[in-house]
Nanobody, 116 residues
Framework: QVQLVESGGGLVQPGGSLRLSCAAS????????MAWYRQGPGNQRELVAK???????HYAESVKGRFAISRDSAKNTVSLQMNSLKAEDTAVYYC??????????WGQGTQVTVSS
């Protein structure tokens, strides 16, 4: 089993920044990808950013140029630096990890609220 613990959410004004972090622990043989998803009020969960083991990174169009995902493979952690935050970025953000190409794990979610 793999456990994911997220941290770093909170309340921030429009234009501000936040950094989310996620640490994976447990029996981990091979991490294939680590990602951040979000689910805003009344919306479906959507992919925000994903980093693959080979280094390829994918961003949702809505966050390109503002968010940056990074990973520490040795520590099995993934972070999301969020800059120039907008009200529409308000959501619960979830960490996601895929291991051994078939196992998928989710964090408990952390609230990000962008409001003045």
């Amino acid at each position: 089993q793999v456990q994911l613990v997220e941290s770093g959410g909170g309340l921030v004004q429009p234009g501000g920044s936040l950094r989310l972090s996620c640490a994976a622990s447990g029996t981990i043989f091979s991490v294939n990808a680590m990602a951040w998803y979000r689910q805003g009020p009344g919306n479906q969960r959507e992919l925000v950013a994903k980093i693959f083991s080979g280094g390829f990174i994918h961003y949702a169009e809505s966050v390109k140029g503002r968010f940056a995902i990074s990973r520490d493979s040795a520590k099995n952690t993934v972070s999301l630096q969020m800059n120039s935050l907008k009200a529409e970025d308000t959501a619960v953000y979830y960490c996601n990890v895929v291991t051994d190409y078939v196992n998928e794990y989710w964090g408990q979610g952390t609230q990000v609220t962008v409001s003045s």
